[in-house]
């Protein structure tokens, strides 16, 4: 059902991006494959349509392997090459201005900063803010403004936004899968999409080398029957001795969620220069989402995150915490 107010943002967006002599695109640090999807896919549309524009994110300016057969990722500028007083910024699928990284500093100092989001936890931190919580993913919505703004989409920006849509409904596997979501990746598959090569790249092609980081991460896993919770680690000695890059590790969370005894399921990483960077999954009634912020970060009922300071043992330990406050009580 559409949302008045989502629908009349999306217009004034529309307006914004139609008046604009150029406009610069951002999304998180560390993008995952909705927030790339997002942003590669827009800034395509708008260089089909001769509007000039610049797609960035904060460093470390890399990809995980998965995501580098996408669509205009080599169109993608340095964030040192981001416009320092943009005209017209738009975030995609950031929930806050400092999980832009470097480039909170132009989004601060931008004439019209538009953020493009449907999490819940969003900071509405710009001028306009179009915050759709009923939406699966991010691409959804570049997929209702290109819709308004009456952009056609081409095989590229299909691709892109269906890389959004396949990873934020975990292959279509997670509770924010609906009808809408099988109407929109027919359509975005009829522009002639490799669908096989597609799941093939972003979920089932890894290196020997992730394998046997995941193979030493599950074998120490730790299952917390008594609050059905699962938890597995990665530590920074771990991406050194099997050669693995940090964004290697994003589909970690994927194998430990498969534990039937467990309810939630989390992996920590150690994240070079940020701490202990951790994923939570929810398979039941326990809001992720919620425990991530009282921790600090944010996400969906199903599927959250935050960064820790803390320990490992430590970090797991406020996990449990949070778990038992939201508990219910016994019959």
Not at 179 to 201: M, N, W
Not at 226 to 241: F, M, N, P, Q, Y
Not at 303 to 310: K, P, R, V, W, Y
Request: charged residues 20%; contains cysteine.
């Amino acid at each position: 059902m559409a949302d008045p107010e989502v629908d009349a943002g999306l217009a004034r967006v529309a307006e914004a991006v139609t008046a604009a002599g150029e406009v610069a695109l951002a999304c998180h640090v560390h993008p995952d494959g909705d927030a790339l999807g997002s942003v590669l896919a827009f800034h395509l549309l708008c260089r089909a349509q001769g509007v000039a524009s610049t797609a960035s994110w904060g460093e470390p300016f890399a990809v995980a392997p998965h995501y580098r057969f996408m669509a205009g990722l080599d169109l993608a500028s340095r964030p040192s090459a981001f416009p320092e007083h943009p005209e017209l910024m738009v975030t995609f699928d950031c929930g806050s201005l400092a999980r832009l990284g470097q480039l909170g500093g132009p989004a601060r100092s931008a004439g019209e900063l538009v953020v493009l989001d449907h999490h819940h936890d969003n900071a509405r931190y710009g001028s306009i803010n179009v915050v759709d919580t009923a939406a699966a993913s991010t691409a959804t919505m570049v997929r209702r403004l290109a819709e308004v703004l009456g952009w056609e989409l081409d095989r590229d920006v299909a691709l892109d936004l269906y890389v959004g849509l396949l990873t934020d409904t975990g292959r279509f596997q997670y509770p924010n899968t609906t009808k809408e979501v099988f109407v929109l990746a027919q359509e975005l598959a009829g522009h002639g999409l490799p669908l096989g090569v597609i799941t093939r790249e972003l979920f089932e092609k890894h290196r020997f080398a992730y394998l046997r980081l995941a193979a030493a991460a599950l074998a120490r896993a730790h299952l917390d029957r008594e609050h059905r919770l699962v938890a597995a680690w990665v530590t920074a000695e771990d991406l050194a001795e099997y050669g693995v890059g940090f964004d290697e590790t994003e589909g970690l969370i994927d194998l430990v969620r498969r534990t039937a005894e467990a309810d939630v399921s989390c992996v920590l990483k150690e994240a070079p220069g940020e701490g202990l960077r951790v994923s939570l999954r929810s398979v039941a009634g326990v809001d992720v989402g919620q425990v991530a912020a009282e921790l600090g970060g944010g996400g969906h009922h199903f599927m959250a995150g935050f960064l820790s300071d803390a320990s490992i043992p430590a970090t797991i330990e406020r996990i449990v915490e949070q778990l038992v406050e939201r508990a219910p009580a016994p019959a």
